[in-house]
């Protein structure tokens, strides 16, 4: 029995010492957890959503939704001449009945357009080079991936026996599974890449393999177990299609970086001289704590998503909370339990060099890499901070000119197959691959006056130059609901195809369709519009939550107005720094940083709002931490200055090995195709990187020195009103075991 004192540490504390004392309970809960989320996982299918739309765009998808139209997988075949030649030859011509009879053979598909059929004229190009065989899947446009191998596998053996063409599959559903195979690829590679990296990392850190393998093992478990509430709470709200990589990349970084924080202040206490349990339960009440605030700012952050009513949001929202949550959770219960089972046993598996090493440094407490780094910062804070800030405006100044659009097909790699196609149809039939969708409301869409308006909508379309043939009109059973197809000008999200939709809503539907019945335009574009202006309505009121959370959060753990407000400022110096470098690199043309071969085009819409709310979530974990040295360190009676100094020193290998952990997770994503991973991967690895070095080891230090004693400043009447006193001087309680022995 230990009569060494111990810290109380609030419910991170009460959490750590439960747990250590009945390490086999808290162990074989976690355990029981685990096996239930696996079975939940394997029987509780995900249920995945595109997302929400708004605006005009959503009023079309509605009267579709609610008028029996049948809304199936639209589909295209190119036929196209190798070189120059017609395809109205007798080849394209057989090449055409081939396809038409092989596809229908299938029993899959409805709604066949030959281009050689009567009226079907706007299916051939101006070139005569082209041609579309159209038509739509069977059932429901959702599931619509499934069942398009078949159709595909008819396609390619037409393209085979007809070398002299080129004749290629493109439409929402070969669209769809060519994405949904991508991302299944990408996750696969993810998990294999990430994990061994990772794992080596934390074994250079921790200079033996028992204590690597503690971290990977939570962080794992906690992806499994919330890969698996995900498979429940997806039927309340559904999720995205990258969910399962959003659970993987933040989970893991989480989960190891909260093992991080919590392993390396027990073994730093050990090093100390404090018995294995009470240097479980120091870190219980110290970096518990940091742990518990650090994940409670990340989960209640990520809610403020809700606050967009973009579907896209919300499932983000979902499985983040959710996995960093079960993350934060297993750091505060199972990790002190398997710590104080295991001991010494914990360092088997050593380095032998490396580990002495290690252990030389921990027990002098201080980095002195980090000492040479700090000291001029202290020493000279006003040149520090021009410096510093400096350099971080510089990288965020591109930012200025960030474009954003939802990720459609566009966000597959260029080199893929159905991409080449996507661009060849695109190429001769603009607007072809991804046409705007007007859809017409009126009592009787086949009356007289509707009949000619949409006739005259035709030829104002087709007179304004950005809108092309092949213009195709559907009509419900009801006869109440039309549905105009109408290929423009561009790509789907660049400013061409955005000139074309204002054209279309301004004028041309206005002053034709809108005459006589009520009209909406839908499709790629305009979701994507529609989604950028509610996004940009809602986004100040996300940013105002998650600054005022942050804000008083801060307040509340350090006492001091000035600590929350300087955190808040130097964080959106390290956000804005990354929007600038994936401006820089993906779109172009911006910046200093430029990357041969990227694919460039505009960053995905839900991008920056969620890197700014991730951010600032994970930032509080190095800061928090950070902090709290600092703050230890002048309730001891240090000066100001002394107490940043030994408060960094001393933190900095966990925040270098934490943000290391971090940073390479992050750039496994980078290196994935789907082009909204690249760019969420390059977000969080820069941001990450920024704010532990030049943030953490330049700025604060130099900020915190620069103010002083003005650094714990708190009006008295704000004291009186804050509830509690997390930050008064920890005291250490009487003497008594700190833990009972359990067996």
């Known amino acids: 029995m230990s009569s060494t004192r111990t810290y109380s540490g609030g419910i991170a504390g009460r959490l750590g010492r439960w747990s250590a004392e009945h390490r086999w309970r808290a162990s074989f809960l976690w355990v029981g957890l685990f096996l239930l989320m696996l079975l939940v996982g394997a029987s509780a299918k995900q249920l995945t959503d595109a997302g929400e739309t708004s605006g005009d765009s959503a009023k079309a998808e509605h009267l579709l939704e609610h008028s029996g139209f049948n809304r199936p997988a639209v589909e295209e075949v190119l036929l196209q001449v190798r070189g120059q030649g017609d395809i109205r030859s007798h080849v394209g011509r057989q090449a055409a009945r081939d396809v038409v009879a092989a596809v229908a053979a299938t029993h899959r598909v409805t709604d066949l357009r030959s281009p050689f059929a009567a009226g079907n004229d706007g299916q051939i190009s101006r070139d005569g080079r082209s041609a579309l065989v159209l038509f739509s899947m069977k059932g429901k446009l959702d599931t619509a991936k499934k069942r398009i191998e078949p159709v595909l596998e008819a396609v390619h053996t037409v393209a085979a026996s007809t070398p002299a063409l080129r004749i290629e599959e493109f439409g929402n559903a070969s669209a769809d599974k060519a994405l949904s195979d991508t991302v299944g690829k990408d996750f696969k590679h993810a998990e294999g890449v990430s994990l061994p990296l990772t794992f080596g990392i934390l074994w250079l850190a921790f200079a033996a393999i028992v204590a690597a393998l503690v971290p990977m093992a939570l962080a794992i478990s906690a992806i499994l177990i919330a890969s698996g509430m995900v498979g429940i709470t997806s039927h309340l709200i559904p999720i995205d299609d990258s969910a399962n990589s959003m659970i993987l990349l933040i989970g893991l970084a989480v989960g190891v970086d909260y093992s991080l924080f919590y392993f390396r202040r027990a073994r730093e206490e050990r090093a100390k001289g404090a018995s294995n349990l009470d240097s479980v339960a120091i ?117 200025l000119h960030l474009r954003t659009a939802t990720p459609g097909a566009t966000d597959l790699p260029q080199s893929l197959p159905i991409m080449k196609t996507y661009n060849r149809i695109q190429a001769a039939f603009p607007g072809g691959p991804a046409p705007a969708q007007v859809v017409v409301s009126a009592p009787n869409v086949r009356a007289k006056p509707v009949v000619q308006a949409l006739a005259s909508f035709k030829r104002e379309a087709l007179a304004s130059g950005q809108m092309h043939e092949p213009i195709t009109v559907e009509t419900n059973p009801a006869g109440t609901i039309a549905r105009i197809s109408v290929p423009t000008s561009g790509k789907v999200n660049d400013t061409a195809s955005e000139r074309a939709l204002d054209t279309l809503r301004s004028s041309i539907v206005p002053n034709t369709l809108g005459k006589v019945a009520t009209a909406y335009v839908t499709g790629a574009t305009a979701r994507s519009v529609d989604f950028n202006k509610q996004l940009q309505s809602r986004q100040l009121y996300v940013i105002a939550f998650v600054l005022g959370l942050a804000f008083l959060l801060l307040l509340w753990t350090f006492r001091s107005i000035v600590i929350p407000a300087t955190a808040i400022v130097l964080n959106l110096l390290s956000v804005a720094a990354a929007y600038g470098v994936l401006v820089s690199i993906f779109q172009g043309g911006w910046g200093i940083i430029h990357i041969h071969g990227v694919q460039q085009g505009p960053i995905a819409a839900y991008l920056p709002l969620f890197l700014f709310v991730i951010l600032f979530g994970l930032s509080m974990d190095y800061h928090v931490f950070i902090l709290s040295r600092i703050r230890e360190g002048h309730d001891e009676g240090l000066p100001t200055q002394d107490a940043v100094r030994r408060g960094i020193v001393r933190s900095a290998g966990v925040i270098t090995s934490a943000a290391i952990v971090m940073v390479a997770v992050f750039s496994t994503f980078a290196t994935l195709s789907v082009v909204s991973m690249q760019q969420l991967g390059v977000g969080l690895a820069v941001a990450i990187f920024l704010d532990a070095t030049i943030v953490r080891g330049l700025l604060v230090p130099a900020v915190m020195s620069l103010l002083g004693e003005h650094n714990w400043y708190l009006p008295r009447w704000l004291d009186r009103m804050l509830p509690g006193a997390p930050n008064e001087p920890q005291q250490l309680a009487p003497p008594r075991p700190a833990f009972r022995q359990a067996a």
């Open 283 to 399: 870190a219980a009440a110290t970096s518990g704590r940091a742990v518990l605030i650090s994940g409670l700012t990340v989960i209640v952050a990520m809610s403020a998503m809700f606050i967009t009513g973009l579907g896209t949001f919300k499932g983000m929202a979902e499985a983040t909370a959710i996995v960093v949550a079960v993350a934060m959770l297993g750091s505060l219960t199972v990790l002190p339990a398997l710590l104080a089972k295991l001991d010494n046993r914990v360092d088997r598996g050593r380095i032998p060099v490396l580990s002495r090493f290690l252990e030389r440094r921990r027990a002098s407490g201080e980095s002195r890499f980090w000492s040479a780094v700090v000291r001029p910062a202290l020493a000279h804070p006003l040149p520090t901070i021009a410096v510093a800030a400096g350099f971080l405006l510089l990288l965020g100044a591109p930012a």
